[in-house]
């Protein structure tokens, strides 16, 4: 059964950058999409960012485009993002998930949905 385990989270200032890790285990991550979805209090889940089985193309909500950087290694079965410039609006608990339903897919990620299991979350405040 597949485990991921996010962290990096914290306070951080506007501004400011954030490195969230997503440490897999039982399975390998090389033939399947990872991405990250977050969540502030009483909105529904957003898709952040999204990244093919090989890291070939990434994907980006809008409201971080430019700023968040997706990125992974098959060889550790771990995912990475990078926030940069963050501002208030991107407090929320950022889940790491795992697109297990589809292998070596070559289609565009861009909803939550598109991934089936979830870790527990890490927090993400941004103060202003």
């Known amino acids: 059964q597949v485990h991921l385990v996010e962290s990096g989270g914290g306070l951080v200032q506007a501004g400011g950058s954030l490195r969230l890790s997503c440490a897999v285990s039982?399975?390998?991550?090389?033939?399947?999409?990872m991405g990250w979805i977050r969540q502030a209090p009483g909105k529904e889940r957003e898709f952040v960012a999204g990244?093919?089985?090989?890291?070939?193309?990434?994907y980006y909500a809008d409201s971080v485009k430019g700023r968040f950087t997706i990125s992974r290694d098959n060889a550790k079965n771990t995912v990475w993002l990078q926030m940069n410039n963050l501002k208030p609006e991107d407090t929320a608990v950022y889940y790491c998930?795992?697109?297990?339903?589809?292998?070596?897919?070559?289609?565009?990620?861009?909803?939550?949905?598109?991934?089936?299991?979830w870790g527990q979350g890490t927090q993400v405040t941004v103060s202003s």
């Open positions: 998930g795992a697109d297990q339903l589809r292998t070596y897919y070559s289609g565009t990620y861009y909803r939550a949905n598109d991934f089936d299991s």
């Open positions: 039982g399975r390998t991550i090389n033939s399947i999409g």
């Open positions: 990244i093919r089985w090989n890291g070939g193309n990434t």
